[in-house]
């Protein structure tokens, strides 16, 4: 990764407009608030340390990840990396894909940083990773293709 320093604190009681969260990301601030035990710190950390890797990205490898989530949708993959993920595509109609709605926007760049805590937290298992083998080795191989280009910038 390359970038500008992040400034990360701790504060209880952490919410956002869905109720309490284990972290949030303030990206013109650079800051992450983060409340979550210490045995979920590393893959939330890295969750939210990509909020800042999706802004950068560029809208051609933003649409190219959403290709991908479009297959599984049509492949009709259930499961995901990560809860922030899960719940946001449980609520997805196919006209959000279709349409990029807000909702569906909002579901990619979650699946995009649950994704890259499940590659690079060095959390091997959890409950929430729920989404199929095949699904995972996918988002595995869309994450070398575009780290071969150069670190993510943050």
């Known amino acids: 990764m390359t970038g500008k320093a992040i400034r990360v604190r701790r504060k209880r009681a952490l ?7 284990h972290a949030g990301s303030f990206l013109r601030e650079r800051t992450i608030l983060v409340n979550c035990a210490s ?11 990509f909020h800042f890797a999706w802004l950068r990205l560029g809208n051609g490898r933003r649409h190219s ?10 492949e009709r993959a259930r ?3 990560g ?8 609520a997805l109609s196919p006209r ?14 979650e699946s995009f940083c649950d994704t890259a805590a499940w590659l690079y937290s060095g959390v091997r298992r959890h409950k ?11 988002r595995r191989a869309w994450f070398g293709l575009v780290s071969e280009r150069g670190p993510f910038s943050i």
């Open 83 to 90: 809860w922030s993920a899960e719940w946001r595509k449980r």
């Open 15 to 21: 919410r956002d407009i869905h109720g309490p969260v």
């Open 39 to 49: 045995r979920e710190f590393s893959r939330v950390f890295v969750h939210e340390v």
């Open 65 to 74: 990840y959403e290709d991908l989530l479009r297959r599984e949708w049509s």
């Open 79 to 81: 499961g995901e990396l």
């Open 96 to 109: 959000d894909s279709e349409s990029r709605s807000r909702r569906w926007r909002e579901y990619c760049c």
């Open 128 to 138: 929430e990773f729920t989404l199929a083998v095949r699904f995972r080795n996918r």
